[in-house]
């Protein structure tokens, strides 16, 4: 055997050998924004692993046990035990999606997705999106588009889980739910590689010293609201807790981006609370439409602890909607937007938004309670719970099946009841 073409043979091969070269494999999208292999894997990875155990542990302190809102389309033979959907349900709204959104904004945070000094972004030679991603991605939007609205919206998926549980029992369930966990990673790549584009497009301002040591007070103070936000989801967990528990997202998910000195945070945010403003001043107007004196006396008598907790609650909320208006239109704020060469100017449209929202509602509430149903539902429920009582119409809501749903409060100077009746029109 002829050495010198052994070796010549062997010297092409390590010419090819990527490793023997010393040339490090191309690195992907996820690898460049995170500056490393590990903290790639770590932000697609580990937010499943905390929604995962989030999920468990929510589902064992109940959150996620209120009847869905279209219950009335599901069999009730099959649901009468509705708690067959909750882990499943509360893997689907953890792991698909809060988790995306959290590793999705830990991305746009990345200083080489952020512009440099001079303006220009870091990002203009990052590495392209594999075709591969593009499938993997594509997949996880479609599961969220069908997963989430399905448990979370629709009655599709308390069917399908309540079913699963019927055919085979508590090993159902959790089956169920750790498939949901496994294919929960594909709706956090499809959040990673929408955050790249978006931020490639799109990179995050670079902000003054003075700016971001402005924001970062607003940016913690929100995540510290969110906190409290979830503490009242606790709290209210067997009524509805829906609405803090949004809250809690948007302002834990806005405080992030603000601390880390983003300026269209920022933005957003006083946008969002010159609507609140809006808001909490109307809230003078609004009161006497959907709660009469003698209701608020009733209150105040019956559980004066709660509602005085309550308004402070509304009290607080607009004292924090005021004051973070101010923060994010700090002078050095401002500078730094023209500094970006980005608008200054009053949120006017959520002015005129919130001015809006408060006309509907008033629209409605006067709608409501001088309605038809209103005067049948307070007709039905004086029957009911006795003439002792004057009633309030709370809310209503009918099914497909012309069945109507009427929440009413009864009170007297000294109780108030839950009244609530139905009946077929």
């Known amino acids: 055997m002829d050495d010198s073409n052994t070796t010549q043979g062997q010297e092409g091969l390590a010419h090819e050998d990527p490793v023997h070269d010393g040339v490090a494999p191309p690195e992907t999208f996820l690898e460049w924004a995170m500056e490393g292999r590990f903290q790639a894997r770590a932000v697609t990875i580990l937010p499943v692993v905390v929604g995962a155990g989030l999920a468990i542990l929510g589902t064992l302190f109940h959150f ?46 990345q200083p080489r997705l952020r512009s440099s000094a001079d303006g220009l972004p870091r990002s203009r030679n990052a ?34 889980a309540c079913r699963i549980q019927d055919l085979y029992g508590m090993g159902g369930r959790i089956a169920l739910a750790a498939m949901l ?7 956090t790549i499809a959040a990673l590689t929408l955050a790249y584009c978006y931020r490639r497009r799109f990179p995050m301002t670079a902000a003054t010293p003075a700016a971001v040591k402005a924001l970062k007070p607003v940016g913690t103070v929100l995540m510290t609201a969110g906190l409290v936000c979830i503490g009242y989801a ?6 509805d807790p829906v609405n803090a528990g949004i809250t809690a997202i948007a302002f834990g998910a806005a405080g992030f981006l603000i601390t880390k000195g ?14 609140g403003i809006v808001g909490g001043l109307s809230a003078v ?21 709660a509602t005085a907790f309550e308004t402070a609650i509304l009290l607080a909320s607009f004292a924090l909607a005021l004051w973070i208006y101010q923060a994010v239109r700090a002078p050095a704020v401002l500078s730094a937007r023209r500094a970006a060469e980005l608008t200054v100017a009053h949120p006017w449209t959520a002015f005129a938004l919130g001015v809006l929202l408060v006309a509907y509602q008033v629209f409605m509430m006067v709608q409501m309670q001088n309605s038809a149903i209103a005067e ?7 029957t009911k719970y006795g003439s002792q009582y004057a009633f ?20 007297t100077a000294t109780e108030i009841i839950d009244a609530d009746v139905d009946w077929e029109r």
Not at 70 to 82: E, G, H, K, R, V
Not at 262 to 275: E, I, P, T, Y
Request: aromatic share 10%; proline share 6%; hydrophobic share 55%.
């Open 64 to 109: 996620g046990e209120h009847v869905p809102l279209l219950m009335w389309s599901i069999p009730w033979d099959l649901t009468a035990n509705y708690r067959c959907v909750v882990l499943p349900g509360n893997v689907v709204l953890y792991c698909l999606v809060l988790v995306p959104l959290a590793s999705a904004l830990i991305l746009m945070t």
């Open 127 to 160: 590495p392209e999106i594999d075709a591969g991603t593009w499938v993997v991605a594509a997949v996880g939007l479609l599961l969220v588009a069908t997963l989430a609205p399905a448990f979370e919206l629709f009655g599709a998926g308390w069917t399908f």
């Open 181 to 187: 966990v496994l294919v929960s990673p594909a709706a």
């Open 234 to 239: 606790a709290w209210t967990v067997h009524s």
């Open 262 to 275: 983003s300026l269209g945070a920022a933005r957003f945010m006083g946008w969002w609370n010159a609507v």
């Open 285 to 305: 107007v609004t009161v006497p439409l959907n709660l009469p004196l003698t209701l608020i006396e009733a209150k105040f008598h019956v559980a004066p602890v």
């Open 376 to 382: 049948e539902a307070i007709r039905r429920a004086r």
């Open 392 to 411: 309030q119409v709370a809310g209503y809501s009918s099914s497909g099946r012309k069945h109507v749903f009427v929440t009413l409060l009864g009170y």
